[in-house]
């Protein structure tokens, strides 16, 4: 999580969305950052812990921006990431089991080590559904988000890819990918919202 001041902007970073790259790209302009456990900070805590400190004791009201991708997808990414050499052999591998396996696995109601992963829609809404970002961006459409950045900053800003998932095969089938729909349909829902808005949804919050 990054906070530019003197753009009042704010970035929550939503794993396996790419922010890592975003990261290096926009880390030497970040005046305030939150890194390891706390690089991946929900907006939720942001909306209730950090953003009141901010009002309060420097007058900053950031806009807040994240980037979400389409939830399989991204809960496929998570498989790859878990996939890799490193892994191996630890309780977080998805070593040897198929990517059928892991959706099932993430969507039980005590995810093993291996599929617990949290979710966009927590990271990104209150849980009741009000998103907490004013800007959502979709990770399929890059132009609208390098868009944005360049306008805030002034300047092209370049994301370099970093932590590829190595590729894995992982097919789904129907009747899996139909629960996960149902388990995810929060998530699903507003995936949905934000392509109806053409890659950039935009949030007023209170």
């Excluded at 704010?10 to 030497?28: D, N, R, S």
């Excluded at 892991?102 to 093993?112: C, D, R, T, Y």
């Excluded at 095969?169 to 392509?195: C, I």
Aim: charged share 25%.
């Amino acid at each position: 999580m990054l906070v530019f001041t003197t753009k009042s902007l704010a970035y929550i970073a939503v794993p396996k969305t790419g922010t890592t790259a975003v990261e290096m790209a926009l880390k030497p302009k970040a005046d305030i950052l939150f890194t390891k456990r706390f690089k991946h900070m929900t907006a939720r805590r942001f909306h209730t812990r950090i953003a009141p400190f901010l009002d309060q004791s420097f007058d900053l009201r950031p806009e807040r921006f994240a980037v979400m991708r389409e939830p399989e997808e991204q809960v496929r990414s998570w498989y790859r990431y878990r996939n890799r050499d490193q892994k191996l052999g630890s309780d977080a591998s998805t070593g040897g089991i198929s990517f059928d396996q892991f959706v099932l696995a993430v969507i039980s109601e005590n995810p093993p080590a291996f599929a617990g992963i949290g979710s966009q829609y927590n990271m990104l809404t209150s849980g009741k559904g009000d998103v907490l970002v004013h800007h959502l961006f979709a990770y399929e459409k890059p132009v609208r988000f390098q868009g944005f950045l360049a306008d805030r900053f002034g300047e092209e800003i370049s994301l370099k890819q970093k932590n590829v998932s190595p590729p894995v095969d992982a097919p789904l089938a129907p009747q899996t990918r139909a629960k996960l729909r149902a388990a995810r349909a929060g998530e699903f829902d507003l995936y949905a919202r934000l392509q109806d808005a053409g890659g950039h949804l935009q949030t007023p919050i209170a």
